[in-house]
């Protein structure tokens, strides 16, 4: 039979799962004053990609619906 590695030892508190909703409010972290992040060159390559990448996704989508909708067939009067 497999027994742990190391014992647990006993704890003399009890231990109480408490949801988050439910604990004691805490303060909150402010980003006002930190500056501008630095960012290596590789990093900026990956984000600005990233963001081309969504933004040509957007695009597309845009285009899609525009096809679904009809909005670039000649209009027959």
């Known amino acids: ?4 590695a190391t014992q647990p030892t006993p704890n003399d508190t ?3 799962v408490i949801h988050p ?5 805490e303060q909150k972290c402010t980003s006002e004053g930190l500056g ?7 990093v900026r390559i990956a984000l600005t990609t990233l963001r ?3 933004i ?4 597309i989508i845009l285009y899609r619906i525009a096809t679904l ?3 670039f067939t000649p209009h027959a009067h």
């Open 56 to 59: 040509a996704m957007t695009l």
């Open 69 to 71: 909708t009809h909005l």
């Open 1 to 4: 039979m497999a027994t742990l």
């Open 21 to 25: 909703l439910d604990d004691v409010h």
């Open 36 to 42: 501008l992040m630095h960012l290596t060159p590789t």
């Open 52 to 54: 081309v990448y969504l």
């Open 14 to 16: 009890p231990l109480y």
